[in-house]
């Protein structure tokens, strides 16, 4: 049997080594959501199917329509014995606003004993660790207690393009009882969690146009209706004064999860936390709900971006021709993303200024999705993630989305099991995202023991 | 006695030198509100000094604290006939969006017999004839029937700083019993106009901060208050359903100016203009009244610029840190500037979502300004003007803006006449502005038979 310390011992006097390694991964690139950066994804997924392979583990580097799709197993535990299919992805976010990084996003830092790059947790460092803990077993000769396959791919942060397309193919060759998606959280630096569950999402882009070009704003002032106020109008309306997300039909299919239910979900948002962390002392809820239920029970709908007209230095009084906003909103259990957006699309139609021409593009959207407390793999995390820590992990539900996650389930016939060790305030897709490499062990610690466990 | 006849002699015997002064001029990129473009303004005020020096008239480049002024005299008429301030200016606006610009905006090209260009009618165009109209005069060997003095500043378009700061010290030297400003429209492509007057304008920034950096949308959403969505319902709080702007107090001063005064100036705008120029179809004006009436006897709020979050292609589901607006408000007479600024500032901050950090910036606002119908100016250029054309002129009012107007009558106790043969559909302060020497050529000989009838 591995034991916690067998795999503190192994981690300790490979630490170098495995640093190294980490790095390495770090200083690919690995921007999907630009075209540019295309050849670096690549380089990336080959660098890290070559050392997962060399590692000892089957593994096979799979085109897709997008970025290829790093998959390895190792199925020496037999037919008999259960299989963990381990999810990641190689690829990370873009690194705008790129002035505010402190050191390059791609040449790894250390500052203060946490490692400063893009990727640091998101999630290279967090899949990194658990392939490590699988190999772990390997080089220490022991025979892995369950069949192991990872599927790592290039495309988490710009919507899995590539994997969705495969997933009726790669289905079959992913199957497994379990699915551990090793891309969350833990509940707060001295406390492990098992995630069971997050958001779908839905996003839309909207234009409104007043004129052929920008307009003299005295020459126009009073004439033209302005994209900019059109704009302001249109989004407003989207909320009332409680907070209450206006679109006819968005709150149809969400569960109203009762208290006693929430509450065997651990809540990390304290108002006060939050504020701490992030400067944050406006909180956009609806009114009459707790933070824990905002995040992570009820839907929301947010502007990420919203532009129109003269937006550099000084003034220009122009009447701009457009406007534009990004709309996109997370989504709880039963909500379907395509209905929901075909709604708000609709809204935005209907209550646009007569005459003013709108546009508007409607992406694609992912479901919601849920693990099971009591599944074999659930509580195998648990407690070796419990142990780790020395304290009792909590479960949590996070508010963010994985959209292949829910597709992941359906492909393999997986129950699935989120964990990690990122904390809130890694800046994950935001400049200077950092972890660091107590963390790094601690997941490697949380996956090895697991194993041990299923 | 200089007729319409003799001018027209003479534009069409210098055409072609006239024409070459002109890209001369257009070619330097004297863009004033951007620092980088400094030395191409001062470049192209010590030659546009240097040329009418050169048409014998007394010449000084003088130093200001912002760009230098180009400032010229003929006072040979003597001291008992009237003297005729002309005003102008030689810098330009910025070119953005440059990627829109069909030939080089400081390369002069002329296409289907209109010269394109940045300034080529706003205002390098515009002065340029008049200065030619008034060396036409001393070729020709003819005494000026009046005294001529020129302000030529160079950064209308950046607020005059300099020259609102030289006032006191120049008003006395460019003191004039009439002021010409060249720098408005005429009515439409076959009838002339005189300009009586034009808006004021105060402007102002205003930023919403609701965390120290961008944030994930689904680990924050739902618990931090979106700076977009405070921005847009802040903004939208602006006009109500008539389209009357909110701010208390922003009506007060406003004169409801009697439809038998209103009538006794021309109408450029109906609606089917507007729509077949420009592309609108959404009218913006307060409900109940005329697009004239909206757009010369009411004060406009006006949203220049709006921004916050992810404005890229594609989406990232990101809760920005900060969002941002650029406001600004055409005023009417008896409007003071920095008392709606201040209101516009205080509305803001009042009706923001309460924890959410608000910064107003309020820059310098200028009044508006009034002609006289009957002044000896007004009736000479009415008269040229309707000679040149060959139908009545019309009595205009612009609903644009020239901040240092108000101020330059004050300073020199002269009385202002606008003039111009800009058409709406110039694309001044757009992409691609032009202008044609038919009309610069009726320009010179408006002036230049206006001269003759002071």
Chains 1, 2 share one sequence.
């Not at 002035?99 to 791609?106: G, H, K, Q, V």
């Not at 989207?238 to 809540?267: H, I, N, T």
């Amino acid at each position: 049997m591995m034991t916690i310390a067998d795999l503190k011992n192994w981690f300790s006097k490979h630490r170098s080594e495995i640093k190294e390694e980490y790095f390495r991964f770090l200083r690919f690139a690995s921007i999907s959501a630009d075209p540019a950066y295309r050849d670096r994804c690549e380089h990336c997924a080959q660098w890290l199917a070559e050392f997962m392979r060399q590692g000892g583990l089957q593994t096979e580097l799979i085109s897709t329509p997008g970025l290829p799709l790093v998959y390895a197993e190792d199925l020496s535990a037999g037919p008999q014995t259960p299989t963990l299919l381990l999810y990641g992805h190689y690829d990370v976010q873009p690194i705008d606003p790129a002035e505010l990084w402190i050191s390059p996003p791609f040449e790894p830092t250390e500052r203060n004993g946490s490692v400063y790059a893009r990727g640091a947790v998101d999630d290279k460092g967090q899949i990194l660790y658990a392939i490590f803990a699988v190999l772990c077993w390997k080089k220490m000769g022991r025979s892995l207690p369950v069949n192991v396959k990872f599927c790592i791919e290039g495309e988490e942060e710009s919507h899995s393009t590539g994997l969705f397309q495969m997933l009726e193919i790669l289905g079959k060759k992913m199957r497994a009882d379990y699915l551990l998606v090793v891309d969350f959280d833990q509940f707060d630096r001295d406390m492990p969690a098992v995630s069971l569950g997050g958001r779908g999402l839905v996003s839309l882009e909207v234009t409104l146009i007043g004129s052929h070009t920008d307009l003299h704003s005295g020459l126009y002032g009073g004439v033209a209706y302005n994209p900019n106020r059109a704009l302001v109008e249109l989004l407003a309306k989207l909320w009332d004064a409680e907070g209450r997300v206006q679109v006819p039909g968005f709150y149809d299919d969400v569960v109203d999860v009762p208290e006693k239910e929430r509450s065997m979900f651990a809540c990390r948002y304290g108002k006060e936390d939050y504020a701490k962390a992030c400067g944050i002392e406006a909180f956009g809820g609806e009114k009459g709900r707790t933070l824990h239920e905002a995040n992570c029970f009820r839907p929301t709908l947010e502007l990420n971006g919203i532009s129109g007209g003269y937006t550099g230095a000084g003034m220009k009084t122009v009447i701009p021709a457009a406007a534009q906003a990004k709309i996109s909103c997370r989504l709880v259990p039963h909500q379907n993303p395509e209905t929901i957006g075909r709604s708000i699309a609709q809204f935005l139609r209907q209550n646009a200024v007569p005459g003013m021409k709108i546009e508007v593009v409607q992406h694609e959207g992912d479901s919601a999705f849920r693990g099971e407390r009591t599944s074999k793999l659930t509580q195998a995390i648990a407690k070796a993630s419990s142990e780790v820590a020395g304290v009792e992990c909590r479960y949590i539900l996070s508010g963010a989305s994985i959209p292949i996650v829910p597709e992941l389930v359906k492909a393999t016939g997986a129950q699935m099991v989120g964990m990690g060790y990122g904390l809130i305030d890694d800046e994950i897709h935001a400049p200077n995202e950092h972890f660091d490499m107590h963390r790094f062990e601690q997941g490697f610690l949380t996956v090895g023991r697991a194993l041990a466990l299923l």
